[in-house]
């Protein structure tokens, strides 16, 4: 068994996979050619150790591309990481659209496994994975009340043909202004349309800046079996009220069956959170692989996390179906970078403390293994925040990096479920079904009520194609109602609304 991972033929770094210690020959392959290196000191599981000189100021190599520049010499054998690597990010870029940059990189379809899953199909065409029922509220100071209601109504309408009652809390609605109203009413919205959901009761308070019509408004047209609406403030008795609303929403979400639907109508979101120096090895391209397979399929797949995409952005730019999509990207990362710096922060400051215990060391090096989990398919389109997609292949979305805004985003686009590759573990689900994908075996044995698929099989002699063939089998049992995430398991559903601006 190998020592250490070497990915690139240009890498001037391996992979440690296990703890190594000064003066063993760690032993790494590349292309069948077994490579040695005498270890000068010791190097943490998960961190690189440096195959050749390297000279201060110079590249650094990982994956094939730079990963940040040599603080100092770096010799042979040598731990590198924050000590002697910096990043190589700096300042403005300016990019240039290569139109045929994109050209041969398709992915084909998977050759095994299913084409079609189990799913709910709605009136509209939109598909679910799931028959619920959610609450959801425009403002945060009926959080209390709507989520005694949901537990109420769960118990009441408990083995009716539904999939339980949730309630998504949050803290805005009110006393917000510009971007920040129209981030919580647009998410909302889109949240409130979501295929999962077979019926949604919108409660309001009735003093908030985000009134009941405005969201109507967004909505557009009214399905009044599907969507009701109640302001509370309006109501003798909210409680009572809300559970004969919620009565009807059951009896139709009751007329709703399972039926055979094409993998084309699924959509996947894709995040990383609490990486380590595995994930761009093990986890992220296994959801590549499972991104490219649902595309091309004529599914969708969704990327977010923008400020992560920093450094490696061209490989994506690179894959712009046309000139539109190009400068919507170009737009996408200089829009995040005028976030940064409109606040007075440094527009590379990452990684976190916990990526950098894992063995990330720069935005680069992180970003390189994050866009792993876009595969390889043509961008098709780009969204602003809480918008829904409408476009299958690759769709890049609008939102930051921090692991509950970033899910909640990619639900509110449309992901029926989301593939969360984690090397440190968290408990943390989305709205829809949160697929935890745990990068290294130690993770996926220690927190087995957290972890639903251990990608570090593949360091241990699975192949990336039966793991990938594995992982797929699972999503569609998951999106049929086979089975259940850990996260549906133990009850943990959140969103997080981004916020930018003033609170009155």
Not at 110 to 139: C, D, K, L, M
Not at 275 to 288: E, F, M, V, Y
Not at 311 to 336: C, S
Request: overall charge negative; charged content about 20%; glycine content about 12%.
């Amino acid at each position: 068994m190998s020592d250490i991972v070497i990915l690139h033929s240009k890498d001037d770094v391996g992979i440690a996979l296990r703890p190594l210690s000064a003066g063993e020959h760690a032993i790494g392959i590349l292309n069948g050619k077994e490579h040695a290196i005498e270890l000068t000191e010791d190097v943490p599981k998960g961190h690189k150790v440096a195959l050749r000189r390297i000279e201060a100021g110079n590249h650094v190599f990982k994956f094939g591309y730079s990963i940040g520049l040599a603080k100092e010499a770096i010799l042979p054998g040598t731990w590198i990481h924050t000590h002697n690597l910096k990043t190589g990010l700096s300042g403005e870029v300016e990019y240039q659209y290569k139109p045929n940059a994109n050209q041969g990189l398709e992915p084909s379809a998977a050759s095994h496994g299913s084409s079609t899953f189990q799913g709910y199909v709605r009136p509209n065409g939109e598909v679910g994975i799931r028959n619920e029922i959610w609450i959801i509220n425009t403002v945060g100071c009926i959080n209390k009340t709507c989520e005694l209601l949901a537990r109420m109504a769960g118990q009441q309408f408990q083995g009716r043909g539904i999939d339980g009652v949730y309630h998504f809390p949050h803290p805005y609605g009110c006393s917000q202004l510009g971007d920040d109203l129209s981030h919580t009413q647009r998410l909302l919205s889109s949240l409130a349309q979501h295929g999962n959901a077979a019926g949604v009761l919108i409660i309001g308070l009735g003093c908030e800046n985000n009134q009941i019509d405005q969201m109507q408004a967004m909505i557009g047209e009214l399905d009044e079996n599907r969507i009701k609406y109640m302001r509370a403030q309006d109501m003798e008795d909210e409680l009572e009220e809300g559970l004969s609303l919620i009565s009807e929403l059951v009896e139709y979400a009751e007329t709703f069956k399972r039926t055979e639907v094409p993998l084309s109508k699924l959509k996947i979101g894709l995040k990383c959170g609490g990486s380590d120096g595995l994930s761009g090895i093990t986890a992220n391209p296994l959801a590549g692989r499972i991104a490219d397979t649902i595309t091309a399929y004529g599914g969708t797949a969704l990327l977010t996390e923008v400020p992560e995409m920093f450094g490696a952005e061209t490989i994506l730019m690179d894959r712009a179906a046309d000139e539109q999509v190009f400068q919507d990207i170009t737009l996408l990362i200089n829009n995040f970078k005028q976030y940064f710096v409109s606040h007075g922060q440094e527009i590379y400051e990452n990684p976190s403390p916990g990526n950098k215990d894992g063995g990330i060391t720069t935005l680069e090096e992180k970003s390189l293994g994050c866009t792993q989990k876009g595969g390889t398919a043509t961008v098709s389109d780009v969204l602003r925040y809480g918008v829904r997609s409408t476009k299958p292949g690759l769709n890049l979305i609008e939102g930051p990096g921090n692991d509950l805004v970033s899910v909640t985003a990619l639900a509110a686009a449309g992901a029926h479920l989301v593939l969360f590759t984690t090397g440190r573990g968290t408990p943390f689900g989305g709205p829809v079904p949160t697929v935890k994908i745990a990068t290294n075996s130690e993770l996926a044995k220690r927190k087995k009520h957290w972890i639903d698929f251990n990608a570090g099989a593949l360091l241990e002699g699975k192949t990336m194609d039966e793991l990938h063939a594995d992982l797929l089998e699972i999503i569609v049992h998951l999106a049929s109602g086979v089975d259940k995430t850990q996260n549906e398991r133990n009850g943990f559903r959140e969103i997080s609304i981004f916020k930018d601006g003033v609170i009155l």
